[in-house]
């Protein structure tokens, strides 16, 4: 299995980025999705989900500026970031959890990240 991120890059307060996520080898089957970022210092957190059941989940911190989804195969994963803010600042992942782990099991695939810089 193999998640390659990319779209990262530097942007000033209140710009827009696109980052995308190419999955190869996962199973056949509905798989959980997520964006993942950790920023300098702090702890990996969650920032939006796309479930196997095509529910969508966000971090507070992300409702209404960030948008995540999916191509119709299925192979490539979206997080649109819009109203980009300082506090954004982080490498962002993207990851995977087959369907035969169970919802609350950890994502068991992860890509190598990308850095997204918001200036002022």
């Known amino acids: 299995v193999r998640l390659v991120e990319s779209g990262g890059g530097s942007v000033q307060t209140g710009g827009s980025l696109r980052l995308s996520c190419a999955a190869s080898g996962l199973p056949n089957g509905r798989n959980d999705f997520g964006w993942f970022r950790q920023a300098a210092g702090k702890t990996r957190e969650g920032v939006a989900e796309?479930?196997?059941?095509?529910?969508?989940r966000y971090a507070d911190s992300v409702k209404g500026r960030f948008t995540i989804s999916q191509d119709n195969g299925k192979n490539s994963l979206y997080l649109q970031m819009n109203s980009l803010k300082f506090e954004d600042t982080a490498i962002y992942y993207c990851a995977a959890r087959p369907w035969w782990l169970s919802r609350n099991a950890e994502y068991k695939y992860w890509g190598q990240g990308t850095q997204v810089t918001v200036s002022s």
């Open positions: 796309i479930a196997r059941n095509g529910s969508l």
